[in-house]
Each structure stands twice: as C-alpha cells, then as structure tokens.
Nanobody
Framework: QVQLVESGGGLVHAGGSLRLSCAAS????????MGWFRQAPGKERKFVAT????????RYGDSVKGRFTISRDKDKNMVYLQMNSLKPEDTAVYYC???????????????WGQGTQVTVSS
C-alpha cells in the first residue's frame, strides 16, 4: 500500500512557476509508477504526467508538454511536478497517484493523495 501527500500548491501569476511535491510512504512505492492528474471546478479529472518506477520514461498530457516536468527521487520517496510558463487554464486541484504500471488513465491508479490547489491569475 502507498500513502501520498501533496504540497507546493498556491497562487501564482500567469507565466510563473511552481513545483509540486508528493511525499510517498509504504513499501510498494519503489515498485509503483507515479502520476499527476488535475481537476478544475465543474470538470473531469485529467491526466497531467506520469513516470515509470525507475524514472526512465515519462509521458505528458498535450496541454502541458514542454512546460511541465515530472521527476522522482527514489531515495527520498518523493515525486515532483515542475510547472513553468503557467497559464490561467492550469488552475485546478492537482493530485498525485500511484499505479502498477505507467498509464495516462486515472482508473489504473489505485492510490491517491488529497490534492493541492494551484491557482494561476491572469
């Protein structure tokens, strides 16, 4: 089992940057692919980024490619999402999640954090 706690959200102006962190605990973290998803008010949860267990492969949603970077630190049991060139449409609650295999589908993720709010002002 994996427990996940996100942090690093906040209010930022358009064009700014934020780095989200996800602290993971549990014996299976090292064997889990990790992902970030986001959900804006009144909208469905959407895929943002994912990374394999070893960190060698990453995938991104089309709307964040070239702006966001996912990474993980196995020694610290941490996953990060570096967000640059933020836009107002990036405003959402961001969730960290763990899965058996790398995936862009939220139904493949068994464990979820509580989320952290990111608000980008224009």
């Amino acid at each position: 089992q994996v427990q996940l706690v996100e942090s690093g959200g906040g209010l930022v102006h358009a064009g700014g940057s934020l780095r989200l962190s996800c602290a993971a605990s549990g014996r299976t973290f090292s064997r889990s692919a990790m992902g970030w998803f986001r959900q804006a008010p009144g909208k469905e949860r959407k895929f943002v980024a994912t990374i394999t267990q070893g960190g060698g492969t990453t995938r991104y949603g089309d709307s964040v490619k070239g702006r966001f970077t996912i990474s993980r630190d196995k020694d610290k049991n941490m996953v990060y999402l570096q967000m640059n060139s933020l836009k107002p449409e990036d405003t959402a609650v961001y969730y960290c999640a763990a899965a058996e295999l790398i995936s862009s589908r939220d139904r493949d993720y068994a464990y979820w954090g509580q989320g952290t709010q990111v608000t980008v002002s224009s």
